[in-house]
């Protein structure tokens, strides 16, 4: 067995300068950061470093670690992703009290999943990027660009908002503090979602707005009542990167893809993509899905799409089905290979996408929408040729059976299998997929 030797490194910092105003606290909370990984002796390999907008964001390219920049607030939801995929990684959040109050939901749900990351909170009491506009956590009568007279609120106290909701760690100091870099090693150790809110000095703004200064970090601690300090430490809390690998997983069949079984072959041997545009109401969605179905009882991998309106039985509705005899790890499509289109709803959606198709693709149209100018291949598909009735509900399932019958992308036996079995619904469907049939015999 191969053994890995890590070797303790003198920095985690590169040679950049940092670009910080002269006196804020972002510089030693960073210097604290890269103090806390030497004392760790953490391979610079396992550790990613998320980063917010704001000041605090252009902190992540200082360290010789792995690093994810986003978007404001939302470094918290990056964080999490990033945990859940490698659990094995330390995760450490820089976060300004900017981000935290715009991400507050995301921060509520980190602390209650006690998710293994370390979150640096940079709070220097206003958005120092933008302007010093007040913040969630600027104090009680400050003054900021955005409270001339005086703040009205009362400032968000971050780390009991996280500790009453499930955080395994929570501390609050200062980047005055000479035991900062202990606190993040101890909070990266914690093993399940760790908080330090760092107060530290805004000088380009709050500073000079306030005649604030380090002493005033007790002062105001005392005016709120609020504790410094460790604030709460549970280790017996479950982390959720853990918790879930460990939980019980319900078989696939429950999701209904392993379940499906191959039954019939294709000769199917590229990527094809069929984009079927109707409206609402028609069903669309579900009678690609089905096909999607049938595609993967024939031995393909299949992938949809759906684009339709806000509105529920109105508008347009539509739907892309991308099939492939090899694995899909994209399922984008620009252009089609194959175009339906049901309706007027469709047409106005999909409409663009006529004069770029190709002479060797093809559109299906129902007679309403039939008059297409195009270079593809254009086929009428009638409804009323069908022995039985086709509803507004039928068109989506039966215009996927046409095209299948039209297109011999795979046995249509398939997708008569995936109708038969649909439970309670199988005789319905059986029916608009044999009328669909019967449809494409008829096309024109």
Known sequence: ????????LASYRNDLPYPFCPGCGHSPILDA???????????????????????????????????????????????????LARPDLD??????DGGTGIGGAHL???????????????NNFNFGMTGGQHSTTTPAGAFTSTTASGNLERPLDICATVA??????????????DDLPERIAEAMDAGGFALLDIWELCTAYFVRSNKYTR?????????????????????????????????????RSSVGIASIPVTQGSALDRRYSLLVAGSAGGRVRSGVRLTAQAAIRSGLYAAQADDYPITVRSGHSLSTLVLSPEPLDFAGVTVPDALVILSEDGLAKSRALLPR???????????????????????????????????????????????LHVLGLFPTAALVEAAASAGRLAEELSRVVAAGLEMAAAAR
């Open 33 to 83: 950061l890269n103090a806390a990984l030497v004392k760790r002796g953490s391979d610079p390999a396992n550790v990613v470093i998320v980063s917010d907008i704001g000041c605090s964001g252009l902190s992540d390219q200082y360290f010789i670690t792995s690093a994810f920049h986003g978007l404001h607030g939302r470094s918290i939801t990056y964080a999490t992703g990033i945990k």
């Open 164 to 177: 009453v909701n499930g955080a395994g760690y929570v501390w609050r100091g200062t980047s005055f503090d």
């Open 108 to 122: 509520l749900n980190a602390a209650r999943r006690n998710i293994g990351i370390t979150l640096l909170v940079f």
């Open 91 to 96: 995760v450490v959040v820089v976060m300004g």
């Open 1 to 8: 067995m191969t053994t890995t030797t890590i070797t303790p």
């Open 357 to 403: 198709l190709a002479p060797e693709a093809t559109v299906l149209a129902f007679p309403e929408v039939a008059g297409l100018d195009t270079p593809a291949r254009l086929l009428v598909l009638d409804p009323s040729a069908a022995s039985s009735r086709l509803a507004r509900a039928d068109h989506g399932l039966a215009a996927c059976a046409a095209a």
């Open 215 to 251: 002493r005033a970090f007790q002062s105001t601690l005392d005016d709120l009542g609020w504790p410094s300090g460790i604030i709460q430490r549970r280790p017996e809390l479950p982390e959720y990167a853990a918790a879930y690998r460990a939980a019980p997983k319900p078989a």
